[in-house]
């Protein structure tokens, strides 16, 4: 089974930056798709971002294109996101997923993915 670590979280104020990473234990995660989420306080889990194995392939959510940037480097079994221009709004706690099934295709929904890590804060202060 794919194990997954999320990291990079932290506390930031409203404009600044966060990097987050989404460690892999398997070499395996190279062949799946991946995904990040994110949920905030008295709110549903939403779909932020995913990438294709390959890396071809990209989709954010409309509240976070052209100021989040998905990324993997398959060698190092590890996904990024890369958060800039960060608003309070931002605030959850943010997930990675890995889909297996359909590791060619983006996919939004979260019974797609078959594995996800623990989560890491994002806090974003004004």
């Known amino acids: 089974q794919v194990q997954l670590v999320e990291s990079g979280g932290g506390l930031v104020q409203a404009g600044g930056s966060l990097r987050l990473s989404c460690a892999a234990s398997?070499?395996?995660?190279?062949?799946?798709?991946m995904g990040w989420f994110r949920q905030a306080p008295g709110k549903e889990r939403e779909f932020v971002a995913a990438?294709?194995?390959?890396?071809?392939?990209?989709y954010y959510a409309d509240s976070v294109k052209g100021r989040f940037t998905i990324s993997r480097d398959n060698a190092k079994n590890t996904v990024y996101l890369q958060m800039n221009s960060l608003k309070p709004e931002d605030t959850a706690v943010y997930y990675c997923?890995?889909?297996?099934?359909?590791?060619?295709?983006?996919?939004?929904?979260?019974?797609?993915?078959?594995?996800w890590g623990q989560g890491t804060q994002v806090t974003v202060s004004s």
């Open positions: 990438i294709t194995w390959g890396g071809s392939t990209t």
């Open positions: 997923a890995a889909n297996g099934a359909q590791r060619s295709k983006i996919r939004v929904e979260i019974p797609a993915y078959d594995y």
């Open positions: 398997e070499r395996t995660l190279a062949t799946y798709a």
